[in-house]
């Protein structure tokens, strides 16, 4: 059984980016509709990724939180391809930037398509209570707010979001 221990953060400012690594596009599909995970009738939310010449099969726990289950299975790219295209509501489209800070590496997402303008930094932890280095353009933590979840992306994107919704607010 593997396990993910993920928190989410807002950004301050662009500073992050000349310390980037390596970026990647990804598009991103769920087999299973926000709405029925969020609704408690799924145990998991599936998601299908393709980022270059690769796929990927994801099943993640639908609890909420910083620690859940998950499990992830490469696939073949024409399958990915084909799972997007015929069995997703929607898609969720973004670059993934890499940005090393101390002992971590922060995943930063800059999304396109009706989540333009929408930015924000994933750290993954070995436990829920590690220390990590927070870099001065690390903003407001927003792992606990579902809405930044990118399975509620496609459903309702970042263009629908109000101004206090933008900033954080719960």
């Known amino acids: 059984m593997g396990t993910e221990i993920e928190r989410k953060f807002l950004l301050t400012s662009d500073a992050w980016r000349g310390a980037v690594s390596r970026s990647r596009r990804m598009v991103q599909g769920y087999l299973i509709a926000a709405s029925v995970v969020t609704t408690g009738a799924s145990k998991s939310s599936v998601r299908v990724r393709v980022s270059g010449d690769e796929a990927w099969l ?11 289950t ?4 490469a696939i073949p790219l024409v399958d990915g ?4 295209a015929r069995l997703c509501d929607g898609v969720v489209e ?6 090393a800070s101390g002992d ?8 396109f398509g009706a989540n333009d303008g929408l930015v924000v930094a994933e750290i993954e932890l070995g436990a829920v209570d590690e220390a990590f280095e927070r870099p001065a353009w690390l903003g407001r933590e927003v792992s606990h707010l579902p809405r930044y979840y990118n399975l509620n992306l496609i459903g ?3 263009s629908d979001w109000t101004a206090a919704e933008r900033e954080g607010s719960d």
């Open 58 to 68: 994801n099943i993640k726990s639908s609890t909420l939180g910083v620690e859940r």
């Open 94 to 99: 973004k670059i993934r930037h890499y940005v």
């Open 156 to 158: 309702r994107p970042y």
């Open 70 to 73: 998950e499990y992830e299975y």
């Open 81 to 84: 391809d084909a799972m997007l």
């Open 104 to 111: 971590h590496e922060y995943e930063i997402d800059e999304f």
